[in-house]
């Protein structure tokens, strides 16, 4: 039961932050929450319930209003459930290489007005770094 939970939360989360992206980039994104949860030796929701890690569970996020729009029997959702379970199993390989943080750079230039988080460069290395669709990830320094 509890990996069924967990599976639907990492799929929640998919959703709200990678629901126009490929297969691989929902993998992704799945991945970075397992890899968090791997080397805090944490649960789901201790990742992506954190403050400010998620923006889709932010109470401004615009995405997370669109919540109640998910269609449990729609290909999108069976997608973000694929990529959850697939990562959190490891059944299918990690695209990311191991990344821990990602982050859609062109949509937060444009948010912070052509800055980035200094977290960006603090906590992440750009060795190893993997752009998959829309998403840059990297690995924790």
């Known amino acids: 039961m509890t990996n069924q939970f967990e599976i639907a939360l ?12 490929s297969d691989e980039g929902k993998l992704g994104v799945a991945y970075v929450i397992c890899n968090r949860m791997r080397r805090r030796a ?7 319930l954190q403050p400010w890690q998620f923006s889709f569970w932010n109470t401004e996020d615009p995405s997370r209003e669109r919540i109640s ?5 729609s290909d ?15 059944l299918k ?14 949509v937060v230039r444009k948010q912070r007005g052509g ?27």
């Not at 944490?42 to 992506?48: I, P």
Request: with cysteine; glycine share 8%.
């Open 10 to 21: 990492i799929a929640l989360t998919i959703w709200g932050e990678a629901r126009g992206e």
């Open 42 to 48: 944490v649960g789901v929701s201790r990742v992506v």
């Open 69 to 73: 729009e998910i269609d449990s029997g």
């Open 76 to 90: 999108l959702w069976l997608e973000c459930v694929d990529a959850a379970a697939s990562a959190f199993m490891q």
């Open 93 to 106: 390989p990690d695209p990311t290489n191991g990344a821990e943080f990602y982050m859609n750079v062109p």
């Open 115 to 141: 800055t980035l988080p200094k977290w960006w460069d603090i906590d992440a290395t750009k060795d190893g770094e993997v752009v998959i669709g829309a998403h840059t990830f990297r690995k924790r320094r």
